[in-house]
């Protein structure tokens, strides 16, 4: 499959919100249901993506779920297992909830389904909401209202689906970044 310049790729990105006024770093939470599969997969792959565009110093990811089942717990060990067969470090996640405080300081939130987006749309203060929207709003395969399926009930399959969705959207995403924070 031929690769995508950074600029094109960029040009076909919806448009990212602007920086927070005096937020130093972008700051992008991703947010799933439990926090152990797609929000910390995006997360990790995300920074891996980020650090290799030069961005690790502009650009502050988090990942948190909308539940508060597994808090403190690590990746579900079938998405750590897909991050690992491809080089990538799932060890350092600890589960985490959303707080509606966090959209002060969030440059940009991106849910992982619409469930999500919506019971995030709910915490937020009207003057943010601009700032939510769907991951995979970047996915050249996806769309503004595409979601990121939940592989929890499923097979590895599910998970190397997910990989592949997030790694996809991490490219424009990523591409986007630089195109806003030069």
Do not use: K
Not at 18 to 32: E, K, Q
Not at 106 to 121: C, F, G, T
């Amino acid at each position: 499959m031929p690769h995508s310049t950074g600029t094109d790729v960029a040009a076909t990105a919806p448009e990212l919100p602007r920086p927070l006024p005096g937020g130093g770093s972008y700051r992008i939470a991703l947010v799933c249901l439990g926090n152990i599969c797609r929000s910390p997969m995006a997360q990790v792959v995300l920074t891996h993506r980020i650090a290799g565009a030069g961005l690790a110093d502009a650009v502050r990811l988090t990942s948190a779920g909308t539940g508060s089942w597994h808090l403190g717990h690590p990746m579900d060990q079938r998405a750590a297992d897909t991050l690992s067969r491809v080089g990538l470090d799932p060890s350092s996640h600890r589960a985490r909830q959303f707080d509606a405080a966090w959209f002060a300081d969030s440059d940009l939130v991106l849910a992982m389904d619409r469930a999500n987006r919506d019971e995030l749309a709910g915490l937020a203060p009207p003057e943010r909401r601009h700032r939510l929207m769907l991951l995979r709003a970047f996915d050249p395969e996806g769309g503004p209202d595409s979601e990121v399926p939940d592989p929890w009930y499923g097979g590895p399959d599910g998970f190397d689906e997910v990989l592949a969705i997030i790694e996809r959207t991490a490219e424009t995403l990523t591409a986007a970044l630089r195109h806003e924070l030069g």
